[in-house]
């Protein structure tokens, strides 16, 4: 199957908070996991993880994937209001199809 | 990086009428570019690969006829709803392949609103 599963599906959090984001997938044709912001338009590249245990950073954005158990993380610290919206993980496969989860949206108050 | 555009980006149109999307990469060529839909509150949806010179290729469930898909350069590929109904309502993103096959870029969007 192609699932994705992201959880949870919202999130409402304070600045300064740190939130951590899951992405559950299935291997069929994995290649890569991806993930991506988005706020009012189309989604915005965060990180493209493909080897497991590797964090990848960005500023206060992280990422780390488990080839073995299948899911990956997105961690966000000390949280923005600008932080506020929908994080998609989508699965990469070897046909270059991207398969979405759900999307988290995270709300973030001052 | 790579720029992806669409046109329009937002569309009124009445149930019965046709309407077409274009998906351009603006600084690189792209022989595979995606279409996606999105629902309010939902995430995006896979609807077919459109490849340079070929037909495109439809995922289960989205009707060929009703989304016509044709990808006639390196740069454009142009997504048409045919007879739109309400319910085909909905945010349409496209994404291009680049040219190193591992990053996909998407396009800012098109609105279709279906009275």
């Known amino acids: 199957e192609d699932k994705v599963v992201q959880s949870p599906l919202s999130l409402v959090v304070h600045e300064g908070d740190t939130v951590t984001l899951n992405c559950s997938y299935e291997v069929t044709n994995f290649r890569s996991l991806l993930w991506y912001k988005q706020e009012k338009k189309a989604p915005t590249f965060l990180f493209m993880l493909?080897?497991?245990?590797i964090e990848k950073k960005s500023g206060r954005l992280s990422s780390i994937l488990d080839k073995k158990e299948l899911f990956s993380i997105l961690n966000i610290t000390a949280t923005q209001t600008g932080d506020s919206a929908i994080y998609l993980c989508?699965?990469?496969?070897?046909?270059?199809?991207?398969?979405f989860g759900q999307g988290t949206e995270l709300s973030v108050k001052p | 990086g790579a720029v992806v555009s669409q046109h329009p980006s937002w569309v009124i149109c009445k149930s019965g009428t046709s309407v077409k999307i274009e998906c351009r990469s603006l600084?690189?060529?792209?022989?595979?570019m995606f279409w996606y839909r999105q629902f309010p509150k939902q995430s995006l949806m896979l609807m077919a690969t459109?490849?340079?010179?070929?037909?495109?290729?439809?995922e289960q469930g989205v009707e060929k006829d009703k989304f016509l898909i044709n990808h006639a350069s390196l740069t454009l590929s142009t997504l048409t709803v045919t007879s739109a109904h309400p319910e085909d309502s909905s945010f349409y993103i496209c994404?291009?392949?680049?040219?190193?096959?591992?990053?996909?870029?998407f396009g800012p969007g098109t609105r279709l609103t279906v009275t």
């Open positions: 600084d690189f060529q792209a022989t595979t």
């Open positions: 459109s490849n340079e010179g070929s037909k495109a290729t439809y």
């Open positions: 989508a699965r990469w496969d070897q046909g270059g199809k991207l398969i």
């Open positions: 994404s291009a392949m680049g040219p190193h096959s591992y990053e996909q870029y």
């Open positions: 493909t080897s497991s245990g």
